[in-house]
C-alpha cells in the first residue's frame, strides 16, 4: 500500500515562513513525480507545485511562484515545500500527491494517483 504522510503545517503570521514535509512508503519513489496542492475552505483542489523524478524539473502556480521552492530527496523518500512570504490567502490544508507519470505531469488532481491525509497551514494577518 502507498503511503503519503504530510508534517509541518501550523499557525504562522502573515510574513512567515513554513517548511511542509511529505514522507512517502510503498511506491518507487524516485521514479515517481511529486507534488503538492491546497484546497481552502469551500473551495476546490488546485495545484501549487510539481517536481519531476530527478529533481531537475518543477513547476509552480502562479500563486506561488518565487515565495514556494518544492525539493525532493530520493535517499530519503521525502518531497518538501518551503513556504516563504506567507500570505492571509494561502491558508488552506495541503496535500502531497504522487504519480507514476514522465515528466510532463498535468496539474489536474484527477491525474495523480496517490494523496497524503493534508496538513492544515493557516496564515494569520
Sequence with gaps: QVQLVESGGGLVQAGGSLRLSC???GLTFSNSCMGWFRQAPG???EFVAVIS???VSTRYADSVKGRFTISRDNA????YLQMN???PEDTAVYYCAAAARRWPI???PSDWHYWGQ???VTVSS
Design 23 to 25: 514522507a512517502a512508503s
Design 43 to 45: 473551495s476546490e483542489r
Design 53 to 55: 523524478w530527478s529533481g
Design 76 to 79: 530519503k523518500n521525502q518531497a
Design 85 to 87: 512570504s506567507l500570505k
Design 106 to 108: 498535468s496539474s489536474r
Design 118 to 120: 493534508g496538513t492544515q
